[in-house]
Structures are given as structure tokens and as C-alpha cells.
Nanobody
Framework: QVQLVESGGGLVQAGGSLRLSCAASRRTFASNAMGWFRQAPGKEREFVAA????????YVTASVKPRFTISRDNAKATVYLQMNRLEPEETAVYYC??????????????WGQGTQVTVSA
């Protein structure tokens, strides 16, 4: 079982930046691929970014390239999502997720509670 706690969300003006963090409880964090998802009101959940367990393979969805960057610190059992030049349409709840696999492709078994990101125009 992996427990995930997101932080770093908040209110930011359009064009601003936020860095989301996701702290994992599990000692074997280094074996889990991690991902970030978001869900805006009335919309389906969207896959935003992911990173392999070692950090050598990453994915960022086209709509946020190159503004968003995913990274991880296995020593701190934390994954990050750096978001730059945020747009109002990116207002959503952002979720951290973990896989029981080293590869980021596939189903994510564990989810955090989410952190709200609000981008004002």
C-alpha cells in the first residue's frame, strides 16, 4: 500500500508558476513509477505527466509542453510537478498517483487526495 499526499496547490494569476509536491509513505518508493493527473469541473480526468521509478523516462502531455516538468527525488520519496506560465483553463484538482511498476505506462493503483490549483485570469 502506498499513501500519497499532495501539496503546493493554491491560487495563482495567469502566467504564474506553482510547484506541486507529492510525498509517498512507502519505503520502496524508488520502485514505483509516478504520475500526475488533473480534473477540472465537469471534465474527465486528464493524464498530465509521468516518470519512471528511476527517473530516466518521463512523459508530459502535449498541451503542457514545455511549461510543465516532472521530476522525483527518491531519497525524499517525493515527486514534483513544476508548472510554469499557467493558464486559467488549467484550473483543476491535481492528483498524484503511483504504479506498482517501474514503467510509467499503465494503470495507476494508488491515488492521493488531490490539491486544488486555481488560475485567475
Amino acid at each position: 500500500q502506498v499513501q500519497l499526499v499532495e501539496s503546493g496547490g493554491g491560487l495563482v494569476q495567469a502566467g504564474g508558476s506553482l510547484r506541486l509536491s507529492c510525498a509517498a509513505s512507502r519505503r520502496t518508493f524508488a520502485s514505483n513509477a509516478m504520475g500526475w493527473f488533473r480534473q477540472a469541473p465537469g471534465k474527465e480526468r486528464e493524464f498530465v505527466a509521468a516518470i519512471s521509478s528511476s527517473g530516466d523516462s518521463t512523459y508530459v502531455t502535449a498541451s503542457v509542453k514545455p511549461r510543465f516538468t516532472i521530476s522525483r527525488d527518491n531519497a525524499k520519496a517525493t515527486v514534483y510537478l513544476q508548472m510554469n506560465r499557467l493558464e486559467p483553463e488549467e484550473t483543476a484538482v491535481y492528483y498524484c498517483a503511483a504504479r506498482e511498476s517501474s514503467a510509467w505506462r499503465g494503470i495507476y493503483e494508488y491515488w492521493g487526495q488531490g490539491t486544488q490549483v486555481t488560475v485567475s485570469a
